[in-house]
């Protein structure tokens, strides 16, 4: 289990770095309550983003993305809002879920996608 964890965190330390790259500011990382986890909560410009980070050693088990389906989407929204409730000096603009996959057997060089406003 620890070679995974390590996994994910070596993964959400890319997307960071991704996201940072491309401008975006990241406003909360892991945040958890009774409901479960968030990732990343980060602004691009006025949208507030809620971004899920998925990383896999190969495609194995599927693409990354494929993880994400429509139950796991209900659950990141629910998330969402619940961060919003409790963060409200951050709460305005438009809010979105983005994926951001990872494929490699090293996060820091594997290939990564960034999938925006997940629908």
Known sequence: MAAKDDLGRA?????????TSRGYRVLDRNWRCAQGELDIVAREGDALCFIEVKTRRGNGFGHPFDAVDERKRRRLWRLAFAWV???????????????????????????LEHLVDLR
């Open 85 to 111: 409730s409790t963060h409200h000096e951050t709460a305005s603009g438009p809010m979105r879920i983005d994926v951001i996959g990872i494929i490699g057997p090293d996060p820091a060089t594997g290939t």
């Open 11 to 19: 993964g959400e330390e890319r997307a960071v770095q991704h996201l």
